[in-house]
Every structure is written in structure tokens, then in C-alpha cells.
């Protein structure tokens, strides 16, 4: 089992930043990949910025150039630094991960409310 603890959020006007955090505990191997996701009311869950342990992220085109995910695998915390926020970003962020590239499972997050406001 694995348990993830997000924290951050908000709210924000146009432009401004906020900074998503997210702790990972439980079985977790050393291949794993992080990330966040995102929802709005209606629509299907949307993947934002993924990281996997040794490789490069990857990144939603929407956002790319004003978000950035980062991790620490010692602590296996992902984190979520948003810049220049547009309204079109207010959704749920949920935190994910794959604790161990063989297995099929994903574990998330209880989501945290990002509201952009214009």
C-alpha cells in the first residue's frame, strides 16, 4: 500500500504562483514515476507534469513554460511550482504515483482546489 499527502493550493489571481507539494509513503521501489493530474467538473481527469525516478519530465502542452515539476527521491516528494496561472488552470490537482514500474497499480492523492481567478 501507498499513501500520498498533498498540500499547497488555493486561490490566486491571473499570474500569480502557487506551489503543490506531495508525500509518498509505503511500498515504493527506486522505479517509480510522480506526478500530478488535474480535473475539472465534467471533464476527464487531465495529466499535467510527470516525473519518473532518473528520467526527464514531461509536461502537459498547456503548460508548459510556466509550471515545473521537481522530486526528491530520498524523500519520494514531488513537487508542483505553477507560475503565471491562468484562469483556465483552476481545477483539482491530484498527485500520483507508480510506486514500481512492474506492477500495474497507481495510487493518488485526495486532490487539492486550485482557483484562478481573472
Known amino acids: 500500500q501507498v499513501q500520498l499527502v498533498e498540500s499547497g493550493g488555493g486561490v490566486v489571481q491571473a499570474g500569480g504562483s502557487l506551489r503543490l507539494s506531495c508525500a509518498a509513503s509505503g511500498s515504493i521501489t527506486s522505479r517509480n514515476t510522480m506526478g500530478w493530474y488535474r480535473q475539472v467538473p465534467g471533464k476527464q481527469r487531465e495529466l499535467v507534469a510527470t516525473f519518473p525516478a532518473g528520467g526527464a519530465a514531461g509536461y502537459a502542452r498547456s503548460v508548459l513554460g510556466r509550471f515545473t515539476i521537481s522530486r526528491d527521491n530520498a524523500k519520494n516528494t514531488v513537487l508542483l511550482q505553477m507560475n503565471s496561472l491562468k484562469p483556465e488552470d483552476s481545477a483539482v490537482y491530484y498527485c500520483?504515483?507508480?510506486?514500481?514500474?512492474?506492477?500495474?497499480?497507481?495510487?493518488w492523492g485526495q486532490g487539492t482546489q486550485v482557483t484562478v481567478s481573472s
Open positions: 500520483y504515483i507508480h510506486p514500481d514500474w512492474s506492477l500495474g497499480s497507481d495510487y
